[in-house]
Each structure stands twice: as C-alpha cells, then as structure tokens.
C-alpha cells in the first residue's frame, strides 16, 4: 500500500519529479512506515552513510521522568520548552501550556511531590482517536502532534486528553519559531521536540534544561531500543504512567510520585 | 486546483502581454540564493503544490530535507523593510512590498501561510538556508545590506 | 387517505414582523462570528480548560431537538395516529431546520470555520464527530425524502411508510451519535457513561416535542390556521410523558454513577456543591423543565388551557438548556483526576474548579442559530404547502 502522499506526488507533481533540483529526493515507500531514500547530486556525492533524513522507523521516542529528583520550585524544563518553541504563558486561562510543572500532595500521609506533566505521546492516543479530520495524528516513532494544516478547531482533542495535555490559541500570534509554527484557532501541544529528534538531537530542550540544572531528573530516548539509556532504565526500575487504569500506553513514565 | 488556475493565467497574462503594458503587472523582487534550477516560471505556476507536498513530508514523516520550504521562501526573497530602529528588517507579509504580497495581492488570493508562519526570518534561519551567512548579529546585518543592494540594481 | 389540504403561509404583517426580528439575529450572529474569528476566541469566555462553551449547549438542544421533531411525523406515519397526520409536513421541515440551525452554530464556533471543507475530505473514520457529520447530512436527505413522499401526488403509502420508517431509524442513530460524542470521552468523570446514549435520545423526545408545539403555537399566531385542540392535548400528553422518562433517565445516570467511586466526586460536584451548575441542575433542569412542567401537562386544565401547554412546552425548552448547559459545561468544570488520591495543584487550574463566564457573543451566536432554524421552517412554511390549512376540528 502506497501512502495517498506519494501516490500525490506521482499523479500530480511528475513533472517536478523529473525536473528535480540537485538536493531533491527521491522517496520510495516500501509498506506504510519504511520509507527508502536516495540522495541525489551533493548529498549523494557526500558519500553513502549520510543519516537517513525523516524518522526512524520502529523508534518509540519516551520520557523518563523521576519525580524525586524534581525540586518543587525548579521550573527550567518548562521555561527551556517555552524558549524553545515560542509559546508563553502569563498566567491567563487562556494561554498556551505546552508543559506544565504539578505539584502532588498526598491525601493519606501528607507527602508532597513536583513532576512536569506534558503530552504524554500515548500509543493509542484518545486525541487522535477522535479528531475528524485526522489532525492529531501519531506518527511511526510514536509521536503525537497537531497537524495545523488540517485542524479546525473543534477542540474534540481536548475534551478527550486525559491529561489536559493541549491548548488552544486563542489570539493572533506572530513572531513564531520556524521550527514550530503555531497560529489562531488551533490546538497545539508539546511535539517532544520533534524538530530536533529529526536533526538527530538526541534529546528534548526539557530534558537538556533539566540536566543543566542537575538535577537530572528527565530522560529522553528509544523506549524500543533495548540498549538505549531509558530502555534499560525502566527496564530495571519500578515506573508508573499515569492514569494507567485507561491503557493508553504512554510515552511517558515516571518513577518516584 | 483555484490557486493553480489563477497563478497559471497570471503566468500567462506576463507572457503574453505587450511590452508596453509590462507596468501592469507588479514587479517582483529579486531574491538572494541561487535561482531555482527549473526556472522562475514553473515555481510561479507549482510552489502552492510544492509547498503543499513538501510539507505533508515534514509534517507527516520528519523528512525535513525537502526542496519547498517556507522558510526557504521567507530567507531568500525577503525585501528590506524601511529601516526601523537599530535593527533593520525585512518587511513582514502585513506590508504590500512583501514579496508573497506582490504577487497575491495582484491576483487577490489570501495567504493562509502566515497564520501560523513567520513571515520574516530569523537569523538562524538565514544562516540555515544561506550558510554564507553567519547566526549573529554580524551576519544578520550582511544579509540585510545584501537584500537593499538587490532592490536597489537595475531590474 | 389523507384528505387534509395544505396550503403556503400567507405575508401578514405579523409574517414580516416575525421575520425581521429573527433576522436581525442571525445578522447580529454573522457579525459576531466575524468579530470572533477576527480577534480569536479569546473575546469568548471560554478558556484552555472550558474549551466547549455556550454555542455548544445551543447547538447541542439544536440537533437533539431536530431529531425529536421527527417524532410528530413518525407517529403519524409509521404508528399511523390520525391526529398526527395533518401536521407530519411541518415536522419533517422543522426537524431539518433545527439541524441546519444546530450545525451552524457548532461550525461557526469552530476556531478555523474557513476550514470546514478541509474536514469533507481528510476523513478520520475512528472519530464519532466524523461520523456524526456523515449521520447529520444523511439526516437532511433522508427527511427532504420523506416531506418528498408526504407532499408529492400518487406516491403510494408504502413508500411514503417506507421513508418514515428510514428516517425513524436514522434519527435514533443520530441522537445515539450526538450522545456518544460525550459517552466517550473516557477520561472526563462526568461522561464516561454508557447511560448517555438513552439518555440522549429521550431528551430528543421531550425537547423535539416541546419545541414543535411551539412553533404550532407561534405559526398559528402569525396566519389563520390553529392548533387543533384534540392535537394539541395529545402531544400535551404525550410531552409529559417523555418529560417523565428524562427525569428518569437523568435519575439513574446520576444515581448509578454515586455508586461508582471514582464518579462520586463529580456527582456531589454537580448534585451539591457545584454553585452554579447544582442550581442548574435542580432549579433549571429539575423543577422548571421537569417537575413543573409535568405537573401541568397532566393536570386537567392542560386540555382546555394552551396558555398552559404553551407555558410547559417553553419552561421545557429552558430546562433543556440548562441540563445541557450543565452536562456540557459542568462536565468540564469539574477538574480532571490525573492523580488520584493526590491533592493537586498547577499553574494550569490542575485540581480546581475551571471558571468560565460566558459572554454575550456566545449567547447571540446560540441565539441566532435558534433564529435561523426558525427563519428556515418560516420560509419553508411560505414556499411550501407544508400547513394545513383546515387542521380544525
Ligand atoms: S497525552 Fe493527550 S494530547 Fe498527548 S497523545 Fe495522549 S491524549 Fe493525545
Ligand atoms: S481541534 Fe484540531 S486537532 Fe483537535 S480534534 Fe479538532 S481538528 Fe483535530
């Protein structure tokens, strides 16, 4: 089964195909997910073992995330995403929260605790589940984004994310991040750094902000990667999702709460 | 398919029409970079589709390396705004001089883009698409004395 | 066979009145939809945590009033009460109309309206909205059908019996899918509950009912044709019976979700300490549009008095809006648990009770959704023979 995207690109854009420019690329879907790629003129030039642009098929992108070690007045995680991705927050109810930091108490014995909560990029994710036109939307890695493109504005999404996970933009915005667009009247939501797992970051501004605090409390990686940090990390330790009565498998865990 | 059409026949009406009637039709700014190597003609006619289908690839599959790209559009034919402050600017898509406006306000077609996109670059996008240019303040400024040098040639 | 004759609206004075008034509302309602579209929903009163507001709660009792609409045509056709007959027209027009003036509202409320198109053709089959929308559009076919096989000459009563049975069929499908579009929002307290789909479909019933009688009353009180009196006492009755079986409905919903311990704090939120959203629910939507109501369509003078059946029918419409206001708005007040058995707290209202001040603007824009389903079923009652022109007794 070809992806109605190439079967577009070989109906309507042959011509382009055939005029392509010397960085174009050449695309080939092999089943639903694994994609081939041919470089052609420099990149192919640079030699073979350039890195597969696009995402990494079988990856399951996670956060690891171990609430003892998050300070209740620490906040660098979601100041780092806020300067990443050009949302801001001012206290408003109406402004964006991508990221948010939670403080728990527990009824019982009183103990309290502080973790970031974010989209926790469920593998049967409720928001995709009821968006009408596909909008949400989870990519192979495990992703879950907003395509702007494509989103009305219901706001269906929000009603269904357990974990309150997106907001809507309430307001012309301008002055957006190239990596990050984002505009009136749709949802948006962390995107896990998308834009830099593609460039082979390896990690998510959260995670990098958290580390230079040192606290080091987040994780990011391939939860499918068996030799990954992460992998073997929950692989040993005890970790919890949240809201784990719902079996949405997320992306998210976290230990210690 | 509108979008295509219209461009299409703008296309056509530049071709066709008589020399002396070439004030007609706006002029449109001359961009940085290299030129597109399949010619001016065919972007004018196809960088909605292009743009389009790009952008599904991004979006959908992470492929970032891709020929259409707004940003690539925003860097290379941005048009130097009147000096405000210290920081000169290129025009935004608020302003008819912006190179997107020239051309759509003629035709009148809304840019949907810019909801959601910047319309003027930042200086790591320069530097992205034009790496003769540093991501400093430096850099920023070459850029933008290049772009007055542009508008300000002979066409 | 159907001997009644039907005739076009005639321009009265009072036709024209009406119809300026409800046309300066939906004008009023386009002018805020571009004012709102123009500066965002931030001059609404919703918010990132009430993210559906008042033009849901209109929209809503639009489209699940549509469907009961469709009743008053069923009864006539499909379980073939004469009385019914003579007025099946106008339920078919006004089930039509109310769902064009419900989807209006829920479309122009959307944060990029421009876009509608978009969702025609990227399609996702897992989402109930999808799904509703290919339900809803349906629904106007399969009705134009059946006012089609009523209005037509020499169509044979099977057919005719045939389409009333389709669009009975299908109008139960839609309020199960207008109702499912909270039952299965599994992570809010409030509407994980398989009871929404019934309960649903007998609000369609009671606010269907209670709205057509008012547009009897209203369209005979702007031409020369009246309620038949034996009608009229019939729906009354009828109507009180479908208000019964809500509150019996709405008892179980909440009594079965007491006992569910991980619902009991939205149900003391909304049955006790919920401010607003508690005086709604027992002031609006118990006594005003349930209790009382019944007791007057039951009572004795509610066959001789249509002051009085008029009266029930509107204090049901209101007790409509304010159930709907509370399932849709106090659903979403009531915070999220994410952490259960953790107090919470956030700078993103994590563990409080959401605010939300709605604002005029969505209130005209419900407003004139209402004025646009009955500016459609004025204007379909003028070009068409929809009325009947002798429905005395
Ligand atoms: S956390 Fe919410 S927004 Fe994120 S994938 Fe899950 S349901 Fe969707
Ligand atoms: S708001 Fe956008 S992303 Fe969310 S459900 Fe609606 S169309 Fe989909």
């Known amino acids: 089964m070809t992806s109605p995207l190439h079967k577009e690109k070989g109906a309507e854009l042959s011509r382009r195909d055939i005029l392509k420019s010397g960085a174009a690329l050449a695309t080939v879907t092999l089943a639903p997910g694994v994609t081939l790629m041919a470089f052609g003129g420099k990149k192919a030039a640079a030699g073979e073992d350039m890195p597969a642009d696009g995402l990494k098929p079988g990856a399951r992108w996670g956060l690891l995330i171990d609430a003892a070690k998050c300070p209740e007045d620490c906040s660098a995680c979601v100041s780092a995403c806020s300067?990443?991705?050009?949302?801001?927050?001012?206290?408003?109810?109406?402004?964006?929260?991508?990221?948010?930091?939670?403080?728990?108490?527990?009824?019982?014995?009183?103990?309290?605790?502080?973790?970031?909560?974010?989209?926790?990029?469920?593998?049967?994710?409720?928001?995709?589940?009821?968006?009408?036109?596909?909008?949400?939307?989870?990519?192979?890695?495990?992703?879950?984004?907003?395509?702007?493109?494509?989103?009305?504005?219901?706001?269906?999404?929000?009603?269904?994310?357990?974990?309150?996970?997106?907001?809507?933009?309430?307001?012309?915005?301008?002055?957006?991040?190239?990596?990050?667009?984002?505009?009136?009247?749709?949802?948006?939501?962390?995107?896990?750094?998308?834009?830099?797992?593609?460039?082979?970051?390896?990690?998510?501004?959260?995670?990098?902000?958290?580390?230079?605090?040192?606290?080091?409390?987040?994780?990011?990686?391939?939860?499918?990667?068996?030799?990954s940090e992460i992998a073997i990390a929950v692989a040993t330790y005890a970790s919890v999702e949240l809201r784990a009565d719902l079996g949405l498998n997320l992306g998210v865990r976290y230990q210690n709460i | 398919?509108?979008?295509?059409?219209?461009?299409?026949?703008?296309?056509?009406?530049?071709?066709?029409?008589?020399?002396?009637?070439?004030?007609?039709?706006?002029?449109?700014?001359?961009?940085?970079?290299?030129?597109?190597?399949?010619?001016?003609?065919?972007?004018?006619?196809?960088?909605?589709?292009?743009?389009?289908?790009?952008?599904?690839?991004?979006?959908?599959?992470?492929?970032?390396?891709?020929?259409?790209?707004?940003?690539?559009?925003?860097?290379?034919?941005?048009?130097?705004?009147?000096?405000?402050?210290?920081?000169?600017?290129?025009?935004d898509a608020g302003s008819p001089d912006n190179s997107c406006q020239v051309c759509h306000q003629f035709v009148a077609i809304e840019i949907g883009c810019f909801v959601c996109h910047a319309s003027v670059p930042s200086k790591e996008d320069v530097a992205m698409i034009l790496p003769q240019y540093s991501a400093d303040d430096e850099g920023w400024r070459d850029y933008m004395e290049d772009l007055a040098a542009l508008q300000e040639a002979p066409q | 066979m159907d001997r009644t004759s039907y005739r076009e609206l005639r321009f009265t004075p009072r036709f024209w009145g009406l119809v300026v008034i409800l046309g300066a509302f939906v004008a009023a309602?386009?002018?805020?939809?571009?004012?709102?579209?123009?500066?965002?929903?931030?001059?609404?009163?919703m918010n990132n945590q009430i993210v559906w507001g008042v033009p849901h709660v209109f929209a809503i009792f639009l489209i699940v009033a549509a469907s009961g609409a469709l009743n008053i045509s069923s009864i006539g056709t499909v379980f073939g009460k004469k009385d019914y007959k003579p007025v099946g027209r106008l339920s078919n027009l006004l089930a039509v109309a109310l769902l064009i003036g419900g989807l209006a509202v829920l479309v122009l409320?959307?944060?990029?309206?421009?876009?509608l198109v978009m969702a025609m053709y990227t399609y996702n089959f897992t989402s109930i909205f999808a799904w509703n929308i290919l339900l809803y559009s349906g629904f106007i076919g399969i009705v134009a059908l059946y006012l089609y096989t009523q209005m037509a000459r020499g169509v044979p009563e099977i057919a005719q019996k045939s389409a009333g049975m389709l669009a009975f069929v299908w109008r139960l499908a839609l309020t199960t899918g207008t109702g499912s579009i909270f039952g299965w929002l599994v992570a809010r307290q409030a509407y994980d509950a398989a009871i929404m789909a019934p309960l649903f479909i007998a609000m369609s019933f009671s606010f269907g009912m209670a709205v057509f009688m008012l547009v009897m009353f209203m369209t005979t009180g702007i031409s020369t044709r009246q309620f038949p009196v034996a009608l009229r006492t019939r729906q009354a009755r009828l109507l009180g019976i479908f208000v019964a079986v809500v509150l019996y409905f709405t008892a179980v919903q909440h009594l079965s979700a007491i006992y569910v311990a991980e619902h009991a704090g939205v149900e003391r939120f909304i049955l006790l300490e919920g401010g607003i959203y508690t005086l709604l629910f027992w002031g609006g939507q118990v006594l005003i549009g349930g209790i009382i109501p019944m007791i007057i369509l039951f009572s004795k003078q509610a066959a001789t008095s249509g002051r009085l059946v008029g009266l029930a029918a509107g204090m049901i419409v209101l007790g409509g809006f304010a159930q709907l206001y509370v399932i849709i708005i106090g659903g979403q007040a009531y915070p999220l648990e994410i952490f259960p058995g953790f107090e919470v707290s956030s700078s993103f209202s994590d563990g409080?009770?959401?605010?939300?001040?709605?604002?005029?603007?969505?209130?005209?824009?419900?407003?004139?959704?209402?004025?646009?389903?009955l500016l459609l079923a004025l204007g379909g009652m003028k070009i068409l023979r929809i009325m009947p022109d002798n429905a005395t007794e």
């Open chain 3, 109 to 115: 409320d959307l944060g990029r309206p421009d876009r």
């Open chain 1, 83 to 227: 300067a990443e991705l050009g949302w801001e927050n001012n206290g408003l109810e109406t402004d964006p929260q991508w990221i948010r930091k939670v403080t728990l108490r527990d009824k019982e014995t009183g103990r309290t605790n502080s973790l970031p909560v974010m989209c926790q990029h469920c593998e049967s994710p409720p928001c995709v589940d009821v968006c009408p036109t596909g909008a949400s939307f989870k990519r192979e890695d495990g992703i879950v984004l907003v395509n702007r493109h494509t989103c009305i504005g219901c706001r269906y999404c929000m009603m269904a994310c357990p974990f309150k996970a997106r907001s809507f933009v309430f307001a012309p915005v301008s002055d957006q991040k190239s990596i990050a667009p984002r505009g009136i009247g749709t949802v948006e939501g962390c995107t896990l750094c998308v834009h830099k797992i593609d460039r082979g970051d390896g990690t998510t501004a959260c995670v990098e902000a958290c580390t230079a605090t040192g606290n080091n409390a987040m994780m990011f990686g391939d939860l499918n990667d068996p030799e």
């Open chain 3, 29 to 45: 309602a386009g002018g805020i939809v571009l004012y709102v579209e123009h500066y965002g929903h931030i001059v609404t009163g």
């Open chain 3, 352 to 373: 409080v009770i959401n605010a939300y001040t709605p604002t005029m603007l969505e209130f005209g824009l419900g407003i004139g959704g209402v004025a646009l389903a």
């Open chain 2, 1 to 91: 398919m509108k979008n295509l059409l219209t461009s299409l026949l703008a296309v056509l009406a530049l071709a066709i029409a008589p020399a002396h009637a070439q004030e007609l039709f706006p002029s449109i700014p001359k961009a940085l970079g290299e030129p597109h190597p399949e010619g001016n003609e065919y972007w004018r006619i196809n960088h909605p589709a292009l743009l389009a289908h790009d952008r599904d690839l991004v979006v959908l599959e992470g492929i970032r390396d891709v020929d259409a790209s707004l940003v690539g559009c925003v860097v290379c034919h941005a048009v130097n705004g009147p000096d405000q402050g210290p920081v000169p600017m290129p025009v």
